[in-house]
């Protein structure tokens, strides 16, 4: 165990100042895991290709934080020690800033336009406005109070746009000749905010298994419905249902019985930053490896910038009870009757990415459809599209 001084820091600030400068020195964080207000877990990966994985145990008393995992790692000491000293450095500058104006914490937003004059509108979740009159874009203050802010760049021109939402027109063995009579109508390339989760979820439950069929049957309708899986696997899924029915209608004298288990998962969850949902988006798999910093000046003039309607602790919650719903569902679909079913869900930090989104209008014998194109990959998000071709 190492001690060093709290210098007017909690277990919270200092997660945040660890998670930086550790990922700034090569180290891989697994997950951070507070156990409760006071006590923290790290697991994580030294920096280079052959590190290995440590476990970092944090405890806050009254003046000190107890470090338990790092006696044998002076980088590790010194990546800390610096910490700590930029937190001190941090709240003295703070203080100092409150001393001289006692209203610092409340967040000034722009009214005009700096450049025409012109009045804006803005709200406290607008992180990018622009003019109406002169087009500029003015960066809002909140912007630097969100800790992780990543973009995809559109790599799509309108016609290749069109051009991807007429192939999912014409998709289907009924609709050959459906981007032929659609009549685009206008499209529109918009930046859509995301916040995107690592998660960790182990469920343990409990139910009646060899009653019948019905959990072979909760399987089928899970892997149908389960868009974060591939159509490969979901029909593997299926498949492996049928086959597990069809089993079990051939044994004779089938008991049921009382059964407990446990499974663990992991996701990459994506839920959308607004409060209205985009129909269109059934699941997101947003191209993590192709995301950059956030820079204003790549979103296109012409493009509409989307601001964020959800914070991150909104985000938290939101994706929580979403894993919560699906790892119910999954331990449902291993019994006949589910009796019991916990669920221990963790979560990363959240990340907001602005992706960039086409979105598609046409019309087709009197009816408006829309279809949502990807501008960083080309594929499609979902859409509308007539159930068979119209004649």
């Known amino acids: 165990m190492i001690q060093y001084k709290k210098k007017g820091s909690d277990i919270t600030y200092l997660q945040q100042q660890l998670q930086s400068s550790l990922e700034e020195n090569g180290y891989k964080i697994h997950s951070f895991v507070k156990e409760d207000d006071s006590r923290m877990t790290i697991e994580l990966k030294e920096p280079g290709n052959f590190g ?5 145990s944090i405890k806050e008393d009254a003046d000190t934080f107890s470090f338990f995992g790092i006696e044998d790692d002076e980088q590790l ?9 930029e937190i001190q450095r941090q709240m003295e500058s703070q203080m100092k800033t409150e001393t001289k104006n006692p209203d610092a914490d409340v967040q000034t937003l722009p009214t005009n336009c700096t450049r025409c004059g012109a009045p804006l509108n803005v709200s406290q979740e607008y ?17 630097a109070k969100i800790r992780k802010h990543s973009m995809l760049e559109n790599h799509l021109f309108v016609q290749q746009a069109v051009e991807a939402a007429q192939r999912y027109m014409d998709r289907g063995l009924f609709r050959t000749g459906v981007a032929k009579e659609a009549k685009i109508i206008r499209t529109k390339l ?26 072979e049957i909760h399987q089928a309708q899970e892997a149908i419905s389960d868009k974060k899986s591939g159509k490969l696997s979901r029909f593997g899924k299926v498949l492996l249902a049928a086959v597990s029915a069809y089993s079990e209608m051939q044994q004779k004298g089938n008991h049921s019985r009382r059964v407990s288990d446990s499974f663990s998962s992991h996701y990459t969850w994506t839920v959308i930053a607004r409060n209205v949902s985009i129909s269109e988006i059934t699941y997101f798999n947003i191209p993590i490896t192709k995301k950059i910093p956030f820079d204003v000046g790549k979103v296109p003039e012409d493009a509409e910038f989307l601001n964020m309607e959800l914070d991150e602790q909104e985000a938290r919650d939101k994706t929580r ?39 598609v209008h046409y019309s087709l014998e009197g009816d408006n459809y829309q279809i949502l194109v990807d501008g960083s990959e080309g594929k499609v998000l979902g859409g509308g599209r007539p159930i068979v071709k119209l004649f």
């Open 52 to 56: 290995k994985d440590r476990s970092i």
């Open 190 to 215: 918009r930046f859509v905010p995301f916040w995107v989760f690592e998660v960790d979820a182990t469920t343990r439950f409990s139910g009646i298994a060899g009653a019948g069929i019905s959990g």
């Open 127 to 143: 992180l990018v406005v622009t003019c109406n009159y002169c087009k500029l874009t003015i960066i809002s203050g909140l912007l």
């Open 321 to 359: 009870a979403e894993v919560d719903a699906k790892e119910r569902r999954h331990a449902a679909s291993r019994v006949d009757s589910l009796y019991d079913c916990g669920c221990d869900i963790r979560l990363g930090d959240g990340e907001l990415i602005h992706a960039p989104i086409w979105f």
């Open 77 to 85: 000491q010194q990546i800390i020690k610096q910490d700590l000293a």
